[in-house]
């Protein structure tokens, strides 16, 4: 952390970052402590995170920067600063701001020196932010998912601005390092590894609202683990979009596997865990560095998108049905107790009854742990928002039903193979149901509840898995 006092407003904005920031974060300080002053209460603000893991990651930053900034954090979203933090990966994601940026109007009405903001992956696409010009003129301030970093400078602008402030880049090769985060939990956090997609799987909008693939450099992700470990940290998730082509184009490039061998060495940290991995880059050798971890958890998230490989090649997934199946039969000879969850399409372009029955084959023989299944949504530039063959919404709902039926009964009874063993388990919140007990995870991502004292959070113990009930335990702890 750099420190402020340090920073003197009467000179110009230094070029450099991460100071350039630091000199923003002091000066917008400046006029929260005014406006606070005025209303005679300190300025509150809320962060609200929309998609997957690598936003939840951004929202940590952003409230970090709006800590230092002097914003008291609420979870209200009639706060005096509101940021969106959105996603777009499906058409229904942006539906649902749409809707709930609505409501903050209202709010604005009655708060009228309330600032709202909206930041993170639909932003990056033309047509919403147009739309937000046109539509939504009461939003100060649009940024994209490159320029994160900048948050202080234009929340500084967006104060001293009396119009929408919007800075949305196409795309960078730039990572900042060393600004201020907020973390949700103490005892675990997440850790970007990478940036950004050069897939191009055909249905899907993240290489072009996330960029092309950036790996930090391995010292600076290690020295950040090292960091929240004397923190406290207790489990990191790495993240990036595609974790297997880590360090692929670093100046002098590393491999994953390797990467995950050097962070296991930490001290302090007990748990590792990774997101998302890519069928097609997953090496024998993150295998086998898996198999021989203490640290690595027993989970893998590997999207199958579909068991078809005529309608894998149109994905542009780069691996057949036979390669997938091969795959995951070799993880869980050398890991039997892992977990392997996935992500599956239904209703893409062309699919056929015969290309679902393949996917559903692939469900059968893999027995996922766990599944997200989604309906295809058409996304703006895509390749496959150009296919003319789209499937009927009532065909798309019958297969969509027809799959979560079995992926649920699979994953009940695979879940069942852990009841009557002990595992260790992280402590992460007291239960919301019940009081007097306790939520926590087990390596391979299943959640189960159990009886305890809230200061076990935080905590590594040992639980007996008593009973399972569908897709979470009740257990008791063991010494
Ligand atoms: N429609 C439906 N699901 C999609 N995903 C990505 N793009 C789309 C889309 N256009 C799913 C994939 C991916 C997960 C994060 O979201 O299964 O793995
Ligand atoms: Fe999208 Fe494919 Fe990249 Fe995943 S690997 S983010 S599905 S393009």
């Not at 706060?79 to 409501?103: K, M, S």
């Not at 909008?205 to 790996?215: K, M």
Request: charged content about 30%; glycine content about 6%.
């Amino acid at each position: 952390m750099y420190r402020l006092d340090t920073i003197d407003l009467n000179k110009p904005a230094p070029a450099d970052e991460p100071m350039r920031q630091y000199y923003f974060i002091k000066k917008a300080r400046s006029y929260v402590q005014k406006e606070s002053e005025k209303l005679g209460r300190p300025l509150t603000s809320a962060v609200i995170t929309f998609g997957c893991q690598m936003n939840a990651r951004d929202s940590e930053k952003l409230s970090g920067i709006l800590r230092e900034i002097g914003y008291v954090e609420t979870k209200n979203e009639d706060a005096d600063f509101v940021i969106y933090n959105t996603c777009t990966i499906r058409e229904n994601a942006n539906l649902r701001v749409y809707g709930r940026l609505g409501v903050l109007h209202g709010y604005k009405k009655k708060n009228p020196h309330m600032k709202i903001a909206l930041c993170g992956c639909m932003m990056q696409e033309t047509e919403v932010v147009e739309k937000l010009q046109k539509s939504y003129r009461f939003v100060d301030l649009i940024f994209g998912t490159h320029n994160i970093f900048k948050f202080a400078e234009l929340l500084t602008e967006a104060f001293e601005a009396d119009r929408m402030v919007i800075d949305v880049w196409k795309d960078t090769d730039k990572i900042v390092e060393e600004l201020p985060v907020e973390r949700k939990y103490p005892f675990k956090s997440g850790v970007n590894i990478m940036f950004g997609c050069n897939n191009f799987c055909s249905y899907c909008i993240v290489p072009y609202v996330r960029g092309r693939e950036r790996s930090r450099e391995p010292g600076d992700i290690l020295r950040e683990i090292k960091e929240l470990a004397d923190n406290g940290v207790k489990e990191v998730m790495l993240l990036g979009q595609n974790v297997n082509s880590y360090g692929k184009n670093l100046e002098n490039p590393i491999a994953f596997a390797e990467l995950l061998r050097m962070a296991e060495k930490i001290k302090g940290i007990e748990r590792i865990r990774f997101m998302t991995s890519h069928p097609k880059d997953l090496s024998d050798e993150l295998i086998q560095v898996m198999a021989e971890s203490q640290k690595i958890c027993r989970h893998l998230h590997l999207p199958l998108q579909s068991g078809s490989t005529r309608l894998l090649k149109i994905m542009n997934r780069k691996y057949t049905k036979e390669q997938y199946l091969e795959l995951t039969e070799k993880v869980r000879t050398a890991i039997p107790d892992i977990a392997l969850t996935t992500d599956i399409i239904v209703g893409f372009p062309g699919e056929t009854e015969e290309d679902f029955q393949e996917t559903l084959e692939v469900v059968r023989k893999v027995r996922y742990d766990s599944a997200f299944t989604f309906i295809y949504s058409k996304r703006t530039g895509t390749l496959a928002a150009g296919m003319d063959n789209q499937i009927p919404e009532n065909v798309v709902k019958d297969r969509f039903d027809r799959l979560l039926k079995e992926v649920q009964d699979i994953s009940r009874r695979m879940a069942e193979r852990f009841t009557g063993t002990d595992q260790q388990v992280l402590v992460e919140e007291p239960d919301s149901q019940m009081e007097g007990y306790l939520t926590g995870r087990l390596s391979n991502n299943h959640v189960v509840h159990f009886r305890g004292d809230v200061s076990l959070i935080g905590c590594l113990v040992n639980v007996h898995l008593d009973e399972c009930r569908g897709f979470y335990y009740m257990g008791r702890l063991v010494n």
